[in-house]
């Protein structure tokens, strides 16, 4: 096993999904951030993984509050 190591986080700008008609098994996910774009790609088991992380994680996180 390597090494952990410390990777940079950018804050993110911007996502989008990208479906292939001719890759119907998989989606591509586009991620903006200040430092340019990321491409991923994911099959419908990992995004229905992902959909449930991030909502769990988002319930868990304290809401926002209005600077006013």
Same mark, same amino acid.
Do not use: C, W
């Given at each position: 096993? =390597? +090494?952990?190591?410390?990777?940079? #986080? ?15 098994? &998989? &989606? #591509?996910?586009?991620?903006? /951030?200040?430092?340019?774009?990321? *491409?991923? *790609? #994911? /099959?419908?088991?990992?995004? !229905?993984?992902?959909? !449930?992380? *991030?909502?769990?994680? =988002? =319930?868990?996180?304290?809401? !926002?509050? +209005?600077?006013?």
């Amino acid at each position: 096993m =390597a +090494d952990e190591q410390e990777l940079p #986080a950018y804050p993110i700008r911007a996502y989008q999904l990208i479906p292939d008609p001719n890759q119907p098994t &998989v &989606v #591509a996910l586009a991620i903006e /951030t200040d430092q340019g774009h990321s *491409l991923f *790609l #994911a /099959t419908r088991e990992i995004l !229905k993984d992902l959909g !449930k992380d *991030l909502l769990d994680r =988002a =319930a868990k996180m304290p809401a !926002k509050r +209005d600077q006013t």
